[in-house]
Nanobody, 125 residues
């Protein structure tokens, strides 16, 4: 399965962006999907995950209440709506497909088997 993230860019603090991730090769509905991010000089960190039918999601504490993960299996896509952006949200954002049971939320990098190339989000103060 291949994933391609898009939608990054430069935004002022307090603004919003919506990231998209297109899934190809196999149907997105066969996977739990997630978002991670890596800020300059830091390790990659978990942002959010959604199970295959979209009925359960989880968000990192750092983004809870500001970011929302969603998916559209008919379009083979997963999204990350990012609101109230802060400079500390600046990072390369990666989408990924879990290698676990698709009805289980996945939190760690080693629980994901497929990764997109990343899209850069820069939040200016």
């Amino acid at each position: 399965v291949q994933l391609q993230a898009s939608g990054g860019g430069l935004v002022q603090a307090g603004g919003s962006l919506r990231l998209s991730c297109a899934v190809s090769g196999r149907t997105a509905g066969g996977y739990a999907l997630g978002w991670f991010r890596q800020a300059p000089g830091k390790e990659r960190e978990f942002v959010a995950c959604i199970i295959r039918n979209g009925s359960r999601t989880v968000h990192a504490d750092s983004v809870k209440g500001r970011f929302i993960i969603s998916r559209n299996n008919a379009k083979n896509a997963v999204y990350l709506q990012m609101n109230s952006l802060k400079p500390e949200d600046t990072a390369v954002y990666y989408c990924a497909a879990s290698r676990l049971d698709p009805d289980i939320l996945a939190y760690t990098e080693d629980e994901y088997g497929y990764w997109g190339q990343g899209t850069l989000v820069t939040v200016s103060s």
